[in-house]
C-alpha cells in the first residue's frame, strides 16, 4: 500500500477583527494552504523536482518551513536556542531542501505539524510588541508574524507551481 498525504482541515482566512487573532488566523490559514498542496499525493509525488531546473520539492518546502517555524517564533523570538534543525547543518545548510529523496514523508508532515504548534505556543507567551536582537537588527513578534506570512505566500506559490506540475491540481 502507498502512503498518501492526509487532506487537511482548512478554516477560510479572517476577514475582520482585532490583530493577533488576524496574524494567526492568516498564519494558519498559509500554514494549511502549504498542505493542501501536499494533499493526496504519495511520498515519491512529494519528493518529485517538478519545475526542472529547479530541485525545489513539495516536500523540501514543507522541511524547510519546519525549520523557519522554528527558528523564528522559538530559537529568535522566544530566545529557546536549544531548538535545532532537524535538517540543516553547518556542513549542511541546506539540507532541508536537498536531502528529500531518502526522506519519510509522512515523518515529515508530522515534524511539521509539530513545529507549527510549537511555535504557537511559544508565541503565545510573548506580546506582539516583544523585540528581541538579530544580526540584522531588533525585531518584534509582530513583525515574526508578517514575515512568516510572507514567507508562506511566497513559498505557496512555489507549491502551486510544484503541484500543477505534478498532477494538474491548481487553486487555493
Known amino acids: 500500500m502507498t502512503w498518501t498525504a492526509p487532506e487537511p482541515t482548512r478554516v477560510g482566512e479572517p476577514l475582520t477583527g ?40 513539495l516536500l523540501g518546502l514543507v522541511r524547510h518551513m519546519t525549520d523557519v517555524e522554528r527558528v523564528w517564533f522559538r530559537w529568535r523570538a522566544a530566545g529557546d536556542h536549544t531548538v535545532g534543525s532537524p535538517y540543516n547543518s ?28 510549537d511555535a504557537d505556543r511559544a508565541a503565545a507567551t510573548l506580546d506582539l510588541d516583544h523585540e528581541f536582537a538579530t544580526a540584522r537588527g531588533r525585531r518584534s513578534l509582530r513583525w515574526v508574524y508578517l514575515h512568516m506570512i510572507e514567507e508562506y505566500a511566497r513559498h505557496n506559490g512555489h507549491a502551486d507551481l510544484l503541484r500543477e506540475r505534478i498532477d494538474g491540481v491548481t487553486g487555493a
Open 18 to 57: 482585532p490583530e493577533r487573532p488576524m496574524l494567526q488566523g492568516w498564519l494558519d490559514w498559509h500554514r494549511r494552504t502549504l498542505l493542501t498542496k501536499c494533499a493526496g499525493l504519495t511520498a515519491d509525488q512529494l519528493k518529485l523536482a517538478a519545475v526542472e531546473p529547479s530541485n525545489l520539492t
Open 90 to 117: 553547518a556542513d549542511n545548510p541546506d539540507g532541508d531542501f536537498d536531502d528529500v529523496a531518502t526522506a519519510d514523508a509522512e515523518a515529515d508532515l508530522a515534524r511539521f505539524e509539530a513545529a507549527c504548534a
